[in-house]
């Protein structure tokens, strides 16, 4: 098997070859970079250095370095997106790029404030991988079957209720004291979230259920300022912890792998949208500064969408019925 692409392999003038050996010596020694960065680096930037070398008929300089225009950049960007190549690939060759040119400009080797001119690719924002309501009605009713100790299953049960059925992230479910507990009756949970912002969560009745049921089972006594949901040896119970519940109930329910306890407060979310839920609501729910980071939830789930659409909206009553279509050609 060859071994990685060295930089010197590929074409390039004289003074530019022996200014990407003294990178590559920076990057081993100086940076402490990995083999495989190292190699990574190489293919990054060879592949630039190929692109310019096709673009200019013939090896590139220092002075060719400093003289590329903005639109010279854009064009390497633009051959790799026609061969297909992905965004975050060509995100990370441009990082590269940058690296190598405030390098060389740290060296006085060469400069061009033609880069920063260039935009990074826009990448797709990752949307969030909801459980179907079946996965997490299940996941919350089994996870207390992975546990010998009923007390500590009662525990797991309220904590995976908090995150599906109040929206709550895992960090704030187990910042809870012991007097945040909800009390039977109770309709609303103060929530501190990010930023220390304060937040009204709305309670379900099965959700202060469980709690009461953990807290009528914990062996350990609770103070007042005390956490409110303890481990195994009488501390604090820890985020680690609860992932690997979830990632047993993986295993046990045969779940996906984005099933994470995080995939509970997204699923929150999602199955609120899907039943006609106010974004803005949901929104206020979640605790989310930016009205567009609950916006991604309208990306999971377009059928439930549509279905409240199609219930609510006055001008749904005159869309087409394109499962219809074609029937009378």
């Given amino acids: 098997m060859a071994g990685p692409a060295r930089l010197t392999d590929f074409p390039a003038a004289p ?43 013939g090896p590139p300089s220092l002075a060719a370095l400093e003289a590329l225009r903005p639109a010279d950049f ?137 709690v009461q049921d953990y807290l009528s089972a914990c062996p350990y006594r609770l103070t007042p300022d005390g956490p409110l949901f303890l481990g195994q040896r009488g501390g604090a119970l820890g985020a680690r912890q609860v992932q690997q519940r979830m990632a047993e109930l993986r295993v046990l329910l045969g779940l996906p792998e984005s099933a994470t306890p995080h995939a509970l407060r997204h699923s929150f979310a999602t199955h609120l949208l899907a039943g006609g839920g106010d974004l803005r609501a949901i929104q206020e729910l979640l605790g989310h500064a930016s009205l567009s980071t609950t916006q991604r939830y309208t990306e999971v789930d377009v059928t439930g969408l549509m279905s409240v659409y199609d219930r609510a909206h006055p001008r749904a009553r005159t869309r087409p019925d394109h499962s219809k279509a074609g029937q009378f050609e």
């Fill in 15 to 57: 003074d530019l070859r022996a200014a990407l050996q003294d990178w590559q010596d920076w990057l081993a020694h100086e940076r402490r970079a990995s083999p495989h960065t190292r190699a990574a680096y190489a293919r990054d930037l060879t592949g630039f250095l190929a692109f310019l070398t096709e673009h200019f008929g």
């Fill in 74 to 210: 854009r064009a390497w960007l633009a051959a790799r997106a026609g061969r297909g190549l992905q965004r975050s690939s060509t995100a990370r060759a441009l990082s590269v790029v940058r690296n190598l040119f405030r390098w060389l400009q740290s060296r006085g080797f060469a400069e061009n404030p033609s880069l920063a001119a260039v935009s990074n690719p826009r990448l797709p924002r990752p949307v969030p991988k909801a459980l179907t309501p079946e996965e997490a009605a299940e996941a919350v009713a089994a996870v207390d079957e992975l546990t010998e100790q009923r007390w500590s299953g009662k525990r797991d049960t309220a904590v995976l209720l908090l995150l599906y059925g109040a929206g709550l992230r895992i960090g704030e479910a187990l910042a809870l004291r012991r007097r945040d507990a909800p009390a039977p009756g109770q309709e609303a949970l103060v929530v501190t979230g990010k930023g220390g912002k304060q937040r009204v969560v709305p309670l379900l009745a099965v959700v202060i259920d469980a």
